[in-house]
Structure formats: structure tokens, C-alpha cells
């Protein structure tokens, strides 16, 4: 995927995937605004294909992902589970509420 260098790279994390695919959760809003964003070309988005993926180390997997595609961030609901992430780790909403 090629990116606009002014624009916001973000690795999107399953869970937020997850969130749009699924619309149950109260997270789906948010999730269809980052990708809305995306689709504007206003943010750069990758992800891997181990999205859906039982992988064991499926965070693991995906912050070495992230880190591949140079991103500056991850966009994550469990952002516990990037708590050493070389990375700006941010929930969904976070993300949003500073591009404000």
C-alpha cells in the first residue's frame, strides 16, 4: 500500500476490526470512523493477514507487522497488550480525539 506522506500511518489492530465487522459492541462507531477516514485518504491504514487468525502470539505478530510497514502508531482496544511497543499504542477513541 503506498502512503501520503502527510498522512497518519496506523497499523489497525484485530479487535477494531473486529468492532466494525461485527457492529455489536458500543466500539463500532469509532471503528467506522477510523476506517471512513481511510477511505477519504485523510489516514493510511495496514493490518496483516492474521487478522483472523487464533494465533497464540497474535499481538506479537502484529506489532512485528506494524513495525515492517513503519507505522507511527497502533490502534488497539487492549492496549494493555502492547504495553512494550516500541509504538504510540491508542485506543480507537483516543486516536480520534486527537485529530481534533
Known amino acids: 500500500m503506498k502512503s501520503n506522506e502527510n ?8 479487535d477494531v476490526i473486529l468492532d466494525f465487522m461485527i457492529a455489536g459492541e458500543s466500539f463500532v462507531m469509532d471503528a467506522a470512523r477510523i476506517f471512513t477516514l481511510s477511505e477519504k485518504k485523510q489516514i493510511s491504514i495496514c493490518t496483516t493477514g492474521l487478522v483472523f487468525s487464533n494465533a497464540y502470539y497474535i499481538d506479537a505478530l502484529q506489532h512485528y507487522a506494524a513495525l515492517s510497514e513503519n507505522v507511527k502508531m ?27
Open 74 to 100: 497502533i490502534i488497539t482496544r487492549n492496549t494493555k497488550d502492547y504495553k512494550n511497543s516500541e509504538l504510540a499504542v491508542l485506543t480507537p477513541d483516543q486516536f480520534l480525539k486527537g485529530r481534533n
Open 7 to 14: 498522512m497518519s500511518k496506523a497499523f489497525i489492530d484485530t
